[in-house]
């Protein structure tokens, strides 16, 4: 039986990452790493010059031949750029060295230690034996003997690598030999990599960059299996390009969809901008894009560039531009969960200024928005019910407020200028328009405050919009027709906020903490005029929805809490420094030990900063009441029809407690005057500690009466209920990091999915009580990394439902050497 591509490529890769016994019989006599060398003496005695030759010496020393010496006790020597030690050593006709004991050889931030050395002054070429190295400080290495062949060259013979500093490194290559070449590569021959001392990788030869720079190279492949798309494996290979750029090459295999490839470019021009290019292509001929037909998607495709840029006259250039072959493809091949419930492709870039007054923005965007897919029932073609919307471009001022001169009046505005495009579909009838809109917004102000505990600031504003289309509507068809013609809209508008009486309170003493309670109300009269015309508006943001509220006033009560408390000092970027464990319990440092903070210190430091006033809590209750229109409105009977309005708005309530920078606790809720029960209430916040964080939304709206079902009886509303929670701990010094996220639904529906075509009885089924969660587990030690994570989504009804199980290991100095995803 001639084997399928699917079970051909999958055994090959078995055999690839199972094939470890023949590498553990070769390095299975390897001894364990040898104990490390004694420390170097913390004071050195007077150094001195060895007669003819370019030699100083620290220890005991006799000449026993002309350029012959002998050294008996412990030694140092340095010659040119080196330094060696050893606890016997000979020299021999001012070049040669023979040295037994702890031997200790340094040169260029490089060292090796070992039992014994044989070694050439002239040629820097020697042999260590029982050696154990350190190269380009992350680099470890243990051999049974060492070749020293100049600066940069060593060849090993049974040794082990690695990046671990633990006396039994997390991860190691045990190799035959090797060859070492700082700052390059080290090329290795009958490569074991292991996991403490399991063998779990064998390759007969391996190369392996051992330089601070990143290094060309392929990477270790992923594999990953979706119930549509098959099983998959896919091959990564690193290009550097420079310091400042590199490209990671994308080849992909799965047994359903077929073969995929793509790529990721990064690049930063200089210290102010970045950029990002990512893209991936696969005739896919699994996925089905027509469930009548049968008809598969084929060519799909996403590409994804980002830019930022900041540049010497203030302005700063923000690019997103995103570009995929369908809307199904994020759901698809995509495991984040904001692309895969995002119903918009965005393209974006934008230049922007902000001055001590006024900003700038010059943006150029395209946004697609996705409603749903219709399928013709004539040819069963498969199409979107979408909007295509433009603004090539769009420039916009705005300044913020600021006294005009010595007169006590203040000016703010708003204007724009764009070119705007919609092509689609919205609030379902078709739309293509193409036209230019400008539009200005100044307001004028009065701040005036008679007394300390009274603000009044009336305002004048008067906004201008101007268009060169608009749309008709018939009157009895409802349909919209685009016509080519100007539309102007002016719209006056005043208003008068007062804010007062405002009373005020201060607790404590002044020994301790003390608090200042405030209370105070607000009354805001506006009126702005209404425009006759707004249906004749092609509505694309928040400008051509201005349309004005007649004669409102709001009134409210706010109370807010205050304390003082030391300003937090600012946050300085920590020395690099790495400790290194070596085999015998010891540790050194590279670059020197950072003392660990004092606690009382910090405290201190903490307590000396300058106080500063913040507020901890407020609390409001707010109402609006219309003298034009109706603000709300009930239907009691779920029959259609309203049984009552009012001109007044619901109450709104909010509240906010902070009483440090890393706690918050908000609280959102409204009381309808009509049902006379709360309509909804939203409470969230935040918690954050050194050893564990938390984050919840918890959201409740009601139903508000209910509606009349087939029989004509009247079934209320239940409303709903979901808590957002997000928490994550940490133990082990951060070393393992567990993170919980989740969606709760406390109020499951029932969805009818149709009949059943045996019994003819409806096909009932529930939503999910937990329809988002996964769990997140990481532990990272100093030279590698463990990462799980469970994703379940099951939004019933959505294509969006799926189950993931994602585990990755990443090696310091290797990188991703696995990564699973199922």
């Known amino acids: 039986m001639i084997p399928t591509p699917s079970r051909l490529i999958f055994s090959l890769a078995l055999i690839y990452l199972l094939s470890t016994v023949g590498g553990a019989a070769v390095l299975a006599a390897q001894d364990d790493p040898p104990d490390r060398p004694p420390t170097e003496p913390e004071t050195i005695p007077e150094d001195r010059v060895l007669k003819d030759l370019d030699i100083k010496v620290w220890g005991p020393w006799k000449q026993t031949a002309e350029r012959d010496y002998l050294f008996e006790g412990k030694v140092t020597i340095t010659w040119r750029e080196s330094r060696i030690q050893a606890d016997r050593m000979s020299l021999t006709q001012g070049r040669y060295i023979e040295a037994e004991g702890n031997i200790l050889i340094v040169w260029e931030g490089n060292r090796i230690s070992g039992t014994r050395l044989t070694y050439d002054l002239e040629q820097e070429r020697g042999f260590i034996e029982n050696a154990m190295g350190q190269v380009q400080t992350d680099f470890l290495f243990w051999a049974k003997r060492v070749e020293k062949v100049g600066d940069k060259t060593l060849h090993l013979k049974s040794g082990r690598l690695t990046t671990c500093t633990q006396p039994v490194p997390y991860w190691s290559f045990a190799v035959t030999s090797a060859t070492v070449t700082v700052d390059q590569y080290a090329r290795m021959w009958n490569v074991l990599l ?74 930063i021009p200089n210290r102010r901008g970045a950029a990002r290019l990512k893209g991936f292509y696969i005739d896919d001929k699994a996925s089905v894009k027509n469930p009548i037909t049968g008809e598969l998607w084929g060519d799909r495709y996403s590409v994804t560039y980002q830019q930022t840029q900041e540049f010497l006259n203030g302005f700063r250039m923000a690019a997103d531009i995103n570009v995929v072959s369908d809307f199904s493809y994020y759901s698809d091949y995509e495991r984040e969960l904001d692309l895969i419930s995002s119903p918009t492709i965005l393209q974006r870039i934008e230049f922007s200024r902000n001055g001590p007054w006024t900003s700038m923005n010059v943006r150029e965007q395209r946004r697609e928005q996705l409603f749903g897919i219709t399928i013709d029932p004539d040819t069963n073609a498969v199409s979107d019910v979408s909007l295509l919307q433009e603004t090539l471009p769009e420039i916009e001022f705005r300044g913020r407020s600021r006294k005009l001169g010595k007169t006590p009046l203040y000016l703010q505005y708003e204007s724009s200028l764009a070119s705007i495009s919609q092509l689609g579909t919205q609030g379902g009838q078709p739309i293509d328009a193409d036209y230019l809109r400008g539009d200005i917004f100044p307001t004028f102000s009065l701040p005036w405050a008679p007394t300390s505990w009274l603000d009044i600031t009336p305002r004048a504003n008067y906004r201008l919009s101007y268009y060169t289309q608009q749309q008709e509507t018939d009157s009895t068809s409802g349909q919209r027709t685009i016509v080519d013609g100007d539309l102007t809209r002016d719209l006056w508008g005043a208003g008068l906020l007062i804010v007062g009486p405002k009373i005020s309170r201060i607790f404590g003493r002044p020994s301790s903490r003390q608090y200042k309670h405030s209370l105070e109300t607000r009354v805001s009269y506006g009126f702005e005029d209404f425009f006759d015309d707004f249906g004749d508006i092609i509505v694309y943001d928040e400008v051509d929805v201005f349309n004005g509220a007649g004669n409102a006033v709001s009134y409210g009560l706010t109370q807010r809490l205050f304390t003082k408390r030391p300003r ?255």
């Open 194 to 267: 292991r996991t403490s001392k399991v063998p779990i990788f064998y390759s007969p030869y391996l190369i392996w960059p051992v330089k601070a720079d990143r290094a060309l190279g392929l990477l270790f492949p992923e594999f990953h299996t979706n119930d549509t798309l098959g099983q998959s494996i896919a091959q990564e290979l690193f290009i550097p390009l420079g310091r400042s750029a590199d490209l990671t090459l994308l080849g992909e295999y799965y047994t359903q969809a077929g073969f995929g490839f793509g790529g990721e470019s990064r690049y």
């Open 568 to 822: 937090a000092p600012e946050a300085t970027v920590p020395t690099s420094q790495e400790t290194i464990m070596l085999p015998d319990g010891t540790v050194s440092e590279a670059g020197g030990r950072q003392p660990r903070p004092d606690p009382t210190a910090l405290l201190e430091e903490l307590k000396s900063q300058p106080a500063e006033t913040v507020e901890i809590a407020s609390f409001e209750i707010s109402q609006r009441r219309s003298f034009d229109e109706v603000l709300s409105q009930a239907d009691m009977n779920g029959d259609g029809m309203l049984d009552d309005s009012s001109p007044y708005s619901n109450i709104a309530i909010t509240g906010r407690y902070n009483p440090d920078p890393s706690t918050s606790l908000d609280l959102r809720s409204s009381y309808d005057i009509l049902y006379k029960t709360f309509s909804g209430a939203t409470l969230s916040g935040g918690v954050r500690r050194r050893l564990a964080q938390l984050r919840f939304s918890l959201v409740y709206r009601n139903g508000l009466g209910g509606l009349l079902d087939d029989d004509g009886v009247f079934v209320e509303n239940p409303g709903d209920t979901q808590l957002r929670l997000t928490t994550g701990f940490s133990f082990l010094g951060g070393r393992l990091r567990v993170m919980i996220d989740g969606t709760v639904d406390f109020n499951r529906e029932t969805i009818n999915r149709g009949t059943d075509p045996i019994t003819g009885e409806p096909i009932l089924q529930k939503t999910d009580r937990f329809p988002n969660k996964s769990w997140r587990v990481q532990y990272s030690t100093q030279c590698c990394t463990l990462h799980f994570e469970r994703l379940s989504r099951n939004f019933t009804g959505s294509v969006n439902d799926r189950e993931d199980f994602y585990f990755r290991v990443d090696f310091k100095g290797i990188g991703k050497i696995l990564q699973v995803t199922y």
